[in-house]
Nanobody
Framework: QVQLVESGGGLAQPGGSLRLSCAAS????????MSWARQAPGKGLEWVSG????????YYAYSVEGRFTISRDNAKNTEYLQMNSLKPDDTALYYC??????????????WGQGTQVTVSS
């Protein structure tokens, strides 16, 4: 069965960095685009970033562009989100999601359980 397991969340200071990972199993990882989304307390789900199946194209929400970098290692079946220059507004539960296509269609059929990121001094 498909499994997506996020890790790497935690507490960071404003201006700090964190690197999230999403370990995938149960499907051909290299055939599908992947994304990250987040949900802050009391708010709706916000798409953050997406990457093509082969890593050739990446996309970002305006709120994180220039600070976050999405990447993937298809040999390790793992997706990453490097988060730099963190702000308190980045505090949220971060989810990885499997796209239904090889390009970033933003239609998802599987989600991870989430990893908490808290940005606070």
């Amino acid at each position: 069965q498909v499994q997506l397991v996020e890790s790497g969340g935690g507490l960071a200071q404003p201006g700090g960095s964190l690197r999230l990972s999403c370990a995938a199993s149960g499907f051909t990882f290299s055939s599908y685009a992947m994304s990250w989304a987040r949900q802050a307390p009391g708010k709706g789900l916000e798409w953050v970033s997406g990457i093509y199946s082969d890593g050739s194209n990446t996309y970002y929400a305006y709120s994180v562009e220039g600070r976050f970098t999405i990447s993937r290692d298809n040999a390790k079946n793992t997706e990453y989100l490097q988060m730099n220059s963190l702000k308190p507004d980045d505090t949220a539960l971060y989810y990885c999601a499997k796209d239904v296509e090889g390009y970033v269609s933003r239609s998802y059929d599987y989600w991870g359980q989430g990893t908490q990121v808290t940005v606070s001094s």
